[in-house]
């Protein structure tokens, strides 16, 4: 139930970082029992603003509430006990440990002598997986679970710290759509038992859904406050990104070419069964399918870093078993993937290292670093992947999201691909550099780039592709022409529902 009086309240935040203002005279409220949605684009200030609220970060400027009371969080233990919890969208969790290791992590109950009272913890970790649904016993090892079981494992862990306020950044973005379900109904159960939750996504279709507010920010500003029963999509976008909205996948001009990669009968690791399917010069070959369904395996496998069990592949013509990543890239074939900050980027690297680093041999000639060239590469890439920086000295950890996802893009297309393969390529980024990267995504089809796109988003996946391969359960069940494409269709093959499917045969 919804209170009248705010639980929390900030008032006037600022926050400076070195050359940027990241927060300017930032004001919002929550109350006990809503759901209200923080959203913007990537470097908007949101993760900033719930970093203060978690006390990663002291506000240069601003003061914070709750109950009405002035509270000064210097650090993320006084956040904990004010009973604010931050639940990461990379999840904090210690995948060594059993389930109640991890709930009660940092706050054990001992016994005299300093022992883990391993039988309270469990049973008090039982008495949370039971609130939340979770059918796991506490003793069950963290690394068994599925990612959406670890995300209910945070709740529980918010749960056990009596948390008021729970922060969720980006919850459903590694959840198939069943696993995210089950989070909208614990959301529901949280804020009937008066939990506040913060909820950021770039998913509007879950905010329209399971929020009562929405607060916009742009460039660090709050812009507006909304009910969320009073407002739609396109009026979210407009506030967000400062203008109208008109278009978002854009209009394809390219001809399709001749054949350049095909696959017969590979069976990757993990697989049901072989695949097989080919690919043409200047296609978008999109892949849909529920998380754990294969495709991120056939990519690796595409890319190198994994051996198929068996089968074929021929590129341009000629026989294609890459051993390594580099003999993919020797051929122009690079991979943008899933997780850009683990396997994309060198975070404390500049965005001139980031983009030169896979081509570094060329950028010796002798036997230093023609920085000249490195810079003037650096520099196409930035105005034409529109990469917002200060200069191309910045170092990418400090940039969004979206940012750092153009930087990667940026490293490969200055190396001239011929195949580019991209692994959720707007996973976590917001509305307005999705539209950019569709942008250069279909361009770079229309010039004769072959591009094989994995993406969990229904309209991404039949908004680009001109083709769509749907997974199941480690297997192809089917491949769509754009004249069947539709959501019921791609879903039908998705879950291997009875109903069959007209597809196209593999080549």
């Known amino acids: 139930m919804i209170t009248p009086a705010p639980l929390l309240t900030m008032s006037g935040i600022t926050k400076r970082f070195p050359g940027v203002v990241a927060l300017s005279d930032v004001s919002i409220e929550l109350h006990a029992g809503e759901v209200l949605s923080l959203v913007g684009e990537n470097g908007a200030g949101k993760s900033t603003l719930m970093k203060i609220l978690g006390g990663v970060h002291l506000p240069d400027q601003g003061e914070m509430r709750i109950d009405g009371e002035p509270v000064r969080l210097s650090g993320i233990g006084d956040a904990k006990a004010r009973g604010i919890a931050l639940i990461h969208q990379e999840l904090m969790l210690a995948p060594n440990l059993d389930v109640a290791g991890n709930i009660f992590l940092g706050s054990e109950p001992l016994l005299p002598l300093g022992r883990l009272d391993k039988q309270r913890m469990n049973r008090e970790a039982s008495t949370l997986l039971g609130r939340i649904g979770l ?138 069964a072989g695949l097989s399917f080919c690919v043409r010069q200047g296609e978008i070959l999109g892949f849909a399918g529920l998380v754990g369904s294969g495709r991120t395996e056939l ?62 041999q060329n950028y010796r000639p002798r036997f230093w670093l023609n920085r000249r060239r490195e810079a003037e590469v650096a520099h196409e890439q930035l105005t034409r992947q529109a990469i917002k920086a200060p200069s191309i000295e910045q170092k990418v950890v400090n940039l969004s999201g979206g940012n750092q996802q153009k930087v990667v893009l940026g490293k490969w297309l200055a190396m001239r691909p011929r195949l580019l393969i991209l692994d959720e390529p707007t996973r976590g980024i917001d509305v307005g550099a999705k539209a950019e990267i569709y942008r250069n995504i279909a361009a770079l089809a229309d010039l004769g780039l072959t591009i094989l796109m994995v993406s969990s988003e229904m309209e991404e996946v039949i908004g680009l592709s001109d083709r769509i391969v749907v997974f199941s359960q480690r297997r192809i069940s089917g491949i769509l022409g754009k004249e069947r494409f539709s959501e019921q269709n791609v879903m039908q093959l998705m879950t291997g529902a009875a109903s069959p499917v007209q597809t196209q045969p593999a080549h």
């Open 135 to 272: 059918a796991v016993t506490p003793t069950t090892p963290l690394s068994r679970l599925t990612t959406g079981q670890m995300q209910m494992v945070e709740i529980a862990k918010a749960l056990a710290m009596r948390a008021r306020i729970i922060i969720m950044d980006e919850p459903t973005s590694s959840l198939t759509p069943v696993e995210a379900e089950k989070l909208f109904l614990i959301i529901k159960d949280l804020t009937a038992s008066g939990i506040a939750i913060v909820y950021i996504s770039h998913r509007f279709e879950e905010i329209l859904r399971i929020t009562d507010r929405i607060t916009v920010m742009r460039d660090g500003r709050r812009v507006g406050d909304l009910r969320t029963r009073d407002t739609n999509h396109d009026q979210l976008v407009s506030m967000m990104i400062g203008r109208d909205f008109t278009t978002r996948f854009p209009v394809r001009t390219g001809t399709i070419g001749a054949e350049i990669l095909r696959i017969d009968d590979l069976q990757v690791p993990g697989s049901a």
């Open 299 to 360: 990519m690796r496998v595409l890319f190198g870093v994994d051996r198929p069990l068996r089968g074929s592949m021929r590129f341009a013509d000629a026989d294609y078993a890459p051993q390594r990543p580099e003999d993919a890239i020797t051929l122009g074939i690079y991979l943008v993937p899933e997780d850009r900050k683990l396997h994309g980027l060198v975070l404390q690297m500049s965005i001139a290292q980031n983009i030169s680093l896979p081509d570094i």
